[in-house]
C-alpha cells in the first residue's frame, strides 16, 4: 500500500483507503475551475449539511489559528466543542492540511 508522506513523515489516512474512487473524486475537484463550478459540482455531490460541515470546520480552523477561544468560536461558528476539539486536534497533530489551505487563501 502506497502512502503519500508529507511534511514530516505524516500519512494522509485517506491514503491507506488506496481506493481508485476516492482518486477520481479528488481528480474531479481538482479539474474545477471557479467557484461557479464548484458550487455546481458540490450541489450535485453533497447535501447543504455536509457542505456547512465542512465550510464551519474550516472557519474553526481559521479562529484556532488567530488565537480564538472556544467560546468565541462557539458563539461566532455556533460549531459544538466536540467540533472545535477535533480540529484542534487535526491543527496540532494532523498533515498541515488546513494550515495549507489557509495560508493559501490568506495570501489570495
Not at 464548484?38 to 474553526?60: G, H, K, P
Not at 472556544?70 to 498533515?95: D, H, M, P
Amino acid at each position: 500500500m502506497k502512502l503519500l508522506m508529507v511534511g514530516d513523515d505524516k500519512q494522509v489516512q485517506l491514503k491507506k483507503l488506496n481506493d481508485s474512487s476516492i482518486d477520481q473524486l479528488f481528480q474531479a475537484i481538482l479539474t474545477l475551475d471557479n467557484l461557479e463550478e464548484c458550487y455546481v459540482f458540490f450541489d450535485d455531490l453533497c447535501t447543504v449539511n455536509e457542505i456547512q460541515s465542512m465550510a464551519q470546520r474550516l472557519e474553526v480552523a481559521r479562529m484556532l489559528g488567530k488565537g480564538c477561544t472556544y467560546n468565541q468560536i462557539e458563539a461566532e461558528t455556533g460549531a459544538s466543542t466536540a467540533t472545535i476539539s477535533r480540529v484542534k486536534r487535526c491543527l496540532n497533530y494532523g498533515n498541515d492540511g488546513y494550515k495549507m489551505t489557509l495560508d493559501r487563501l490568506e495570501s489570495k
